[in-house]
Nanobody, 120 residues
């Protein structure tokens, strides 16, 4: 069994900062790609940022220069540093991890989501 858990969401004023964390635990041989997604009310879930095991990153145009994704392979953890937050960043943020099991089977796992609200 594998669990993926996000933390760090909350209410922040425009221009403020938040750091989200994601931790995976369980029967994990290694984690390939990890990513942060978000879903605002009435909108589809979208990719915010992703990072592969080698460290290469990818960002949505809307967050480039403001958000930074990182990971700690030893801890099976991933982080999202969010600066200069805007009201349009308000959404539920989800962690996704593509996990390789000891059996050789690979599959993606989702966390339960953490709410980020940017409002004055």
């Amino acid at each position: 069994q594998v669990q993926v858990v996000e933390s760090g969401g909350g209410l922040v004023q425009p221009g403020g900062s938040l750091t989200l964390s994601c931790a995976a635990s369980g029967s994990i041989r290694s984690i390939n790609a990890m990513g942060w997604y978000r879903q605002a009310p009435g909108k589809e879930r979208e990719l915010v940022a992703s990072i592969i095991s080698g460290g290469s990153t990818n960002y949505a145009d809307s967050v480039k220069g403001r958000f930074t994704i990182s990971r700690d392979n030893a801890k099976n953890a991933m982080y999202l540093q969010m600066n200069s937050l805007k009201p349009e960043d308000t959404a539920v943020y989800y962690c996704n991890a593509v996990i390789l099991h000891y059996s050789g089977y690979t599959r993606p796992y989702w966390g339960q989501g953490t709410q980020v609200t940017v409002s004055s």
